[in-house]
């Protein structure tokens, strides 16, 4: 017990990385993903063209690709992220706004079509309508979704261990390493700090759900 | 004509494939022409490590599979290096043939439980010996000691000298490493970026975005050895990382007969011979002196 107190500054500073790692991609995706899914939805078809190309990208390329492209790639066309920090974020936003987006647009498609024709037969214009009509009633419908793809994004972040980001799972790799006889400790920390995380998110995501639940 | 174009395309291919199988299968008879000569009366006492070892008819190693000069997987998936070596010297003294080595890849963070679950009878993979893995694990050796040192970009801009010299300045390591430990508790100043693997390192040394990589000489010269336009090894190296051969905890009968079989390889000289062909032909380095067994 005495070695997770000794450590318990860094585990705490690692779950705290991982943590908001997870919550400002999360958050950038939702907004990403949304955007998307309007797009993929409107009546423009140039827009619906390039979304629909942006999720077929970043949903078909392996993350750690997504990663290192722009870890290591777009240094060749002179840009570059201000910190590893920040490319953990652009990266896992970039490829979790495929999947939100994917999510929000059947949640789309489960709003009666009756509904989107009402709002247009009083006046709405498109926008008004997806965003006052629609959307709201199809954030209802995907939060189980939605909350999948959340958790598989706390889980996603362990990526960055691999790019410079001490995370949970690169404080693992330290630990683990540096005590040979207390492996299994180190283990059950940090696994029991990623349930803290994906546990908790799976039962708010469940009262959520309650919640919003639509009574047809 | 189209159809002439790409046969003759298809054949420039084949020639081309017929010389790269050519050139391996010279290499690995090369490596057969050099390696220790089976022993072939070896008797070990019944219940002995080495003797269940000899009745499976097979010894199980664990080895890099990405560290130049040390292990490193050839286009044809086997292992090659120094550490390969020392597998293949030991499996010889017991009376095993190369054929009769497995190797499995061991990478730093799982070296300590393939021990323990008998997943392997030894590693060799540049395993430095310390306390914390003494207490699950044993060594025989060390057969190597290497040192950590720096490596900085070509010309060394920022004029690097030695640790002291990184207060301040991004330096690069593998998470979990030794060397990135040391420079933690002992150059707490400077600034550490941590990859999984060394190669990320290099990439982002070349980038320009870290000023220095910092980890044991010997990966460090085989980085230079590969673009020495690009990078430049300090050459100082500030600690000492013994590398010995893991084995069983407590399986002392076998860990004596490793020590003697590396002291033998001191004396005769087949050590020498396997760092030239190994790591010595990448660094294009004379074999140090070999380093003294240490029997705890």
Not at chain 1, 40 to 47: E, G, H, K
Not at chain 1, 95 to 115: H, K, L
Not at chain 2, 85 to 103: C, S
Request: charged fraction near 20%; glycine fraction near 8%; include cysteine.
């Amino acid at each position: 017990m005495s070695f997770l107190a000794d450590n318990f500054p860094l585990l705490r500073d690692a779950f705290l990385t991982t943590l908001s790692l997870a919550v400002l991609s999360g958050l950038v995706a939702l907004v990403l993903g949304t955007v998307l899914a309007a797009m993929r939805v409107s009546p423009i078809a140039a827009l619906r063209g390039l979304a629909t190309f942006y999720v077929e990208t970043f949903r078909n390329t392996p993350l750690t690709v997504v990663f290192f492209f722009l870890a290591f790639g777009i240094v060749y066309i002179d840009l570059q992220f201000p910190s590893r920090f920040i490319t953990a974020v652009a990266a896992l936003s970039l490829y979790t706004a495929a999947f939100v987006c994917e999510a929000v647009r059947s949640g789309i498609n489960a709003v009666p079509p009756g509904q989107a024709e009402a709002a247009r037969a009083i006046g709405l214009d498109f926008r008004q309508s997806l965003s006052t009509v629609v959307l709201p009633q199809a954030f209802r419908t995907v939060v189980p979704p939605l909350g999948s793809v959340w958790i598989a994004l706390a889980k996603n972040t362990s990526i960055a261990a691999g790019f410079a980001v001490t995370d949970l799972t690169a404080v693992l790799q330290r630990l683990a390493n540096a005590n040979a006889d207390q492996l299994a400790m180190v283990f059950i920390a940090v696994v029991a700090a990623y349930l803290l995380i994906t546990l908790t998110s799976a039962w708010l995501i469940g009262i959520l759900e309650r919640r919003l639940a639509i009574v047809r | 004509m189209r159809i002439t174009r790409y046969a003759a395309a298809l054949a420039a291919a084949g020639v081309v494939l017929a010389g790269c199988s050519s050139d391996a299968g010279e290499t690995a008879d090369d490596a057969a022409d050099n390696t220790a000569a089976v022993a072939t009366d070896v008797e070990f006492e019944p219940g002995s490590t080495m003797a269940e070892i000899v009745e499976a008819g097979e010894l199980r190693v664990g080895t890099k599979i990405d560290q130049p000069g040390f292990g490193l997987a050839n286009t044809a998936g086997d292992p090659e290096g120094f550490d390969v070596e020392m597998a293949k010297l030991i499996a010889a003294k017991m009376g095993l043939t190369e054929d009769q080595i497995t190797f499995t890849e061991t990478v730093s963070a799982n070296r300590e439980p393939f021990l323990q679950n008998d997943q392997v009878d030894m590693v060799a993979a540049t395993y430095t010996i310390n306390d914390a893995r003494k207490q699950v694990i044993d060594f025989a050796g060390p057969y190597y000691v290497a040192g950590q040192d720096i490596m900085v970009a070509a010309g060394n801009p920022e004029g690097i000298e030695g640790p002291e010299d990184l207060a301040g300045k991004t330096v690069c390591s593998v998470e979990g490493s030794t060397p990135a430990e040391t420079i933690r508790s002992e150059y707490p100043e400077a600034e550490l970026v941590l990859y999984d693997v060394y190669s990320k390192c290099a990439d982002d040394l070349r980038n320009g975005n870290v000023t220095a990589v910092t980890t044991d000489n010997v990966i460090l010269t085989s980085f230079v050895a590969g673009d020495p336009e690009s990078f430049e090894l300090v050459g100082n190296p500030f600690t000492e990382e013994p590398y010995g051969i893991g084995v069983q905890k407590g399986a002392d009968d076998f860990r004596d007969f490793i020590n003697d079989v590396l002291e033998e390889s001191f004396e005769d000289g087949t050590w020498a011979e396997a760092w030239d062909r190994t790591a010595g032909a990448i660094t294009d380095t004379e074999a140090p002196e070999p380093p003294t067994v240490d029997r705890y």
